[in-house]
């Protein structure tokens, strides 16, 4: 996922949710599909950065060397600047990208 192209507010802002909570009919069920959204955004968010910064490391760095490592502060920076993982998630399922389902609650007993 490109988390550069998202159109998600880099800051807090205030959302209706009576509009977040039509689309489940409860705001608890909403709240949970976009906190586990949220935790898959922010795991391959980890997983590029880690893959990128990698390329940086070696095991014969010194301490100097590591602090003066400008490219990396550089990429490290423009992750810092993106749209926390709860917006994006919030802004995805708003915008309709999230695919969810429910468990079906209601099973026959029998007898």
Not at 15 to 29: P, S
Not at 65 to 92: C, D, F, G, H
Not at 99 to 105: I, K, S, V
């Amino acid at each position: 996922m490109d988390f550069k192209k998202s159109n998600a507010p880099a800051s807090t802002i205030t959302r209706d949710v009576r509009k977040m909570e039509a689309q489940t009919g409860n705001i608890y069920e909403t709240i949970s599909i976009i906190a586990k959204r949220a935790h898959q955004i922010s795991a391959e968010m980890k997983e590029e950065l880690d893959g990128k910064l990698e390329e940086f490391s070696s095991k014969t760095d010194t301490l100097e060397e590591v602090y003066e490592n400008v490219e990396q502060i550089e990429i490290s920076k423009m992750y810092e600047r993106l749209p926390k993982p709860a917006s994006i998630a919030a802004q995805e399922f708003i915008d309709g990208k999230v695919y969810y389902r429910m468990a079906d609650d209601k099973k026959e007993e029998t007898l």
